[in-house]
């Protein structure tokens, strides 16, 4: 199982990012996909998840209507879409997936500063 994660970055307040998350070494279309983050100092949080035909999605009281999580099942890829950022969503992002066990990704960091 493999778990790739791109887009993070520097934004400023305010602004939009789009985070996705390619995956390899199993049925990617059979399983929900998560997003989690950790800021510095900090214990990782669950963000946002979607269901395996992308139909369902839930998100953390703090993203919500802010964060949008998407999935393509064709490129075995889970996006999410982040705008009107806040400092407080300064973290390293991981994508994650369960199957017996808890898959994560490496992480990509996003730094929202002025």
């Known amino acids: 199982v493999q778990l790739v994660e791109s887009g993070g970055g520097l934004v400023q307040p305010g602004g939009s990012l789009r985070l996705s998350c390619v995956a390899s070494?199993?049925?990617?279309?059979?399983?929900?996909m998560r997003w989690y983050r950790q800021a510095p100092g900090k214990v990782r949080e669950w963000v946002a998840v979607v269901t395996s035909d992308g139909a369902t999605t839930d998100y953390a009281d703090s993203v919500k209507g802010r964060f949008t999580i998407s999935r393509d099942n064709a490129k075995n890829t889970v996006h999410l879409q982040m705008d009107s950022l806040k400092p407080e969503d300064t973290a390293v992002y991981y994508c994650n997936v369960v199957f017996g066990a808890n898959y994560w990704g490496k992480g990509t960091l996003v730094t929202v500063s002025s």
């Open positions: 070494g199993f049925t990617f279309s059979s399983y929900a």
